[in-house]
């Protein structure tokens, strides 16, 4: 139990360093928020992956996320934060992150397998990020995507980096878990991709967050 209290204590003090490092080089360097808040998006989703070796008991995650909830929560309208916060478009992407870092964490202990949080928080970590960066940044032969006469606030360039970033990283994933490459991992891995792609291509105002992790979490239940 003390082990891991511990690890949660280190963990909380780690992600504080990392947003306090962050908003220094907000600052400092006078970045766009969308760039410091992607970074921090990336390097605190993806330290999380550790958390299925560290952590027996879901109770540690959920305070962990509890914590950083309320602090991102009570920050949005403050000075603080900024490095997060200062985007243009309305957005509730930080405050989902810990839900779905959460609740991703809780089915993968109740299902007994690691990959069931390791594989969509990775995806959640890389390709959403990426696909976000791509969209914003390379605006020549890039436009906005179109369903039904309506202009989604997706580009085609980011979606198809995030689908596939996100097949590339399930078939590893899944390589690493069956020891093998076969039309098995192909498809389930186009499933995973395709799913997680739709998912973030349908979501509005930072819902992402939540709807990927869980999109190929639903994949990988029905699937295994």
């Known amino acids: 139990m003390w082990n891991?209290?511990?690890?949660?204590?280190?963990?909380?003090?780690?992600?504080i360093l990392l947003l306090v490092f962050n908003e220094m080089v907000y600052r400092r360097l006078s970045l766009k928020g969308e760039v410091t808040r992607k970074f921090a998006h990336f390097t605190a989703t993806l330290s999380t992956i550790t958390f299925p070796y560290l952590f027996e008991d879901h109770?540690?995650?959920l305070g962990l996320a509890v914590f950083f909830?309320?602090?991102?929560?009570?920050?949005?309208?403050?000075?603080?934060?900024?490095?997060?916060?200062?985007i243009e478009r309305l957005s509730v992407g930080s405050y989902l992150l810990p839900v779905a870092i959460y609740l991703t964490f809780l089915v993968s202990t109740f299902?007994?397998?690691?990959?069931?949080?390791?594989?969509?928080?990775?995806?959640?970590?890389?390709?959403?990020?990426?696909?976000?960066i791509l969209g914003?940044?390379?605006?020549?032969?890039?436009?906005?995507?179109?369903?039904?006469?309506?202009?989604?606030?997706?580009?085609?360039?980011?979606?198809?980096?995030?689908?596939?970033?996100?097949?590339f990283i399930s078939v590893m994933a899944l390589y690493f878990r069956y020891m093998e490459f076969d039309l098995?991992?192909?498809?389930?891995a186009c499933a995973i991709a395709i799913t997680g792609t739709v998912a973030e291509l349908l979501s509005w105002k930072g819902t992402d967050n939540l709807f990927i992790p869980m999109s190929v979490l639903l994949v990988l239940v029905l699937a295994l």
């Open 4 to 15: 891991q209290l511990a690890l949660a204590v280190l963990f909380l003090i780690a992600f």
């Open 184 to 188: 098995k991992v192909f498809w389930l």
């Open 111 to 132: 299902m007994e397998d690691r990959l069931f949080f390791i594989l969509p928080i990775m995806i959640l970590a890389i390709c959403d990020p990426a696909a976000g």
């Open 69 to 86: 909830f309320i602090l991102l929560f009570v920050s949005r309208n403050s000075s603080y934060l900024k490095s997060i916060h200062d």
């Open 136 to 167: 914003i940044n390379l605006q020549q032969y890039n436009h906005n995507i179109r369903i039904f006469n309506r202009k989604l606030q997706k580009t085609w360039l980011g979606s198809v980096s995030f689908f596939v970033s996100s097949f």
């Open 59 to 61: 109770w540690y995650v």
